[in-house]
């Protein structure tokens, strides 16, 4: 059976560099270090390319290294920077709640139909920094459940936290990225248009 | 009765995790009388939607120009891997 087409090494950059990046920085939120992980997962890929089977494409297979080279990074800055007491307990002068537990002033309403949301270009820039406003392990997270899709049980394991604890972690990772789109993205358009 | 703020765990809760039914029947008869409570879960469903959506479109090769490597750091990484 013939192989699918498979390039020379030399010639990866041109064809998979921006492709790599693009997948490394909507989940790194940093140029530099996706850049860094690009470069590596190049390196992995000649170092091994015995394992590249041909079942896939080049392109899926440099993708599959990258994911890990991605994990690796969310693990290590997950043992440099491990989870504080404070990120497992409520913050109460940034709860939106009052002290019997009801919203002390509730979501605004995002109006209109934002479904074409994903097109936007700079929806997608406000959502890279309101992610990066969180600490890293909450970014991280949300980044492996949301954008990856990733079950909690693998999350838990790059994370290195108890599911319990995980779900603490995503609950304020998306209190708090909402309550960031908001302030930045939707209430700027609400009175862009009113 | 549950309030608001454990309302809003258990909508986060259960996007990664099936309730059991107590509290499953609980959140669903809070939300049909908070206002807040059900714009909340709809916000943060929109956002995972538009976020799938988002890395879906990203990866398809070739597809928007959005981000790119520069050419600086294409050269570095050629070079590199020239001589690792």
Redesign the interface.
């Known amino acids: 059976m013939a192989k699918p087409a498979n390039h020379d ?2 010639e ?3 064809r ?4 790599l ?3 490394a ?2 989940r790194l939120r940093d140029r530099s270090t996706a ?1 860094d992980l ?2 590596e997962t ?2 992995a890929g ?1 170092k091994d390319r015995r394992s590249f089977s041909g079942n896939s494409s080049e ?1 899926t297979w440099l ?1 599959g290294i990258l994911k890990h080279k991605i994990a690796d990074h969310f693990r290590r800055q997950a043992r440099e920077a491990p989870l504080e007491d404070g990120d497992l307990r409520d913050q109460p002068d940034s ?1 939106p ?1 009052d002290g ?4 002390a002033s ?2 605004t ?2 109006g209109g139909n ?2 074409d ?3 936007e ?1 700079k ?2 820039d406000q ?1 890279t920094k309101c992610l990066s406003g969180l600490s890293p392990n909450h970014a991280n997270a949300f980044t492996l ?5 990733a079950d ?1 049980g693998e999350i838990c394991k790059v994370l290195n936290v108890t599911e319990t604890n ?2 603490v972690i ?2 304020r990772a ?2 708090l ?2 309550r960031c ?2 302030a930045t993205w939707f209430e700027r358009s609400a009175k862009k248009g009113s | 009765m549950l ?4 309302v ?2 258990l909508i ?2 259960s ?3 099936s309730l059991p039914i107590g509290k499953r029947i609980g959140v669903r008869v809070h939300l049909l009388m908070c ?3 059900s ?2 879960e709809r ?2 469903l ?10 879906a ?3 398809k ?2 597809e ?1 120009p ?4 520069s050419e600086e ?2 050269e ?3 070079k ?3 001589n ?1």
């Open positions: 090494p030399s990866w950059v041109d998979y560099g921006d492709y990046f693009r997948y920085i909507l850049e690009v470069q190049f390196l000649i392109s993708v709860s709640f019997s537990g009801s919203w509730g979501p309403d995002w934002p479904a949301l994903y097109r270009k929806f997608l959502l459940r949301e954008i990856e899709g909690t995980l779900w995503l609950h998306r209190m990225l909402r789109l908001e | 309030s608001c703020k454990n809003t765990q986060s809760e996007m990664d995790t206002k807040f409570c714009r909340y916000q943060l929109l956002i995972r939607e538009t976020v799938r959506r988002i890395a479109t990203e990866e090769p070739g928007p959005g981000e790119t490597l750091a294409k570095r990484i050629r590199f891997l020239r690792p």
